[in-house]
């Protein structure tokens, strides 16, 4: 993946500050995991919320629909990524926001 995306993170409807290697890892670990999604040719922009274990993708203004593997998966993978970062405790929901630079 060669392109630099711009990360924007909120937890629990607060938006969390990112350091430039926690910025740079989110981004590249979303934009990967959903660059293997059909629909995903050319990521320009890519809104993802997470709810109570449902994934909703939003790439490049269109929603993607998501069986229930992938929504797992993706789940599974934001939530013990996030988890980890200093000061995130339960997390009930979560948005990502990425642009590409």
């Known amino acids: ?31 990967g995991a959903v660059s293997s999604l059909k ?19 939003i790439v490049n203004g269109n929603e993607l629909p998501l069986t229930p593997f992938p929504n797992d998966i993706i789940a599974s993978t934001l939530v013990g990524l996030v988890s980890s970062l200093k000061g995130v405790s339960k997390i009930d929901s979560l948005s990502i926001s990425l642009k590409a630079q």
């Open 1 to 31: 993946m060669k392109r630099i995306f711009e990360a924007k993170l909120w937890v629990n409807n607060a938006a969390l500050d990112l350091n430039p290697f926690v910025e740079e890892f989110l981004a590249r670990t979303v934009a």
């Open 39 to 57: 629909g995903t040719e050319d990521i320009e922009s890519l809104e993802l919320y997470l709810e109570q274990g449902d994934v909703r993708v």
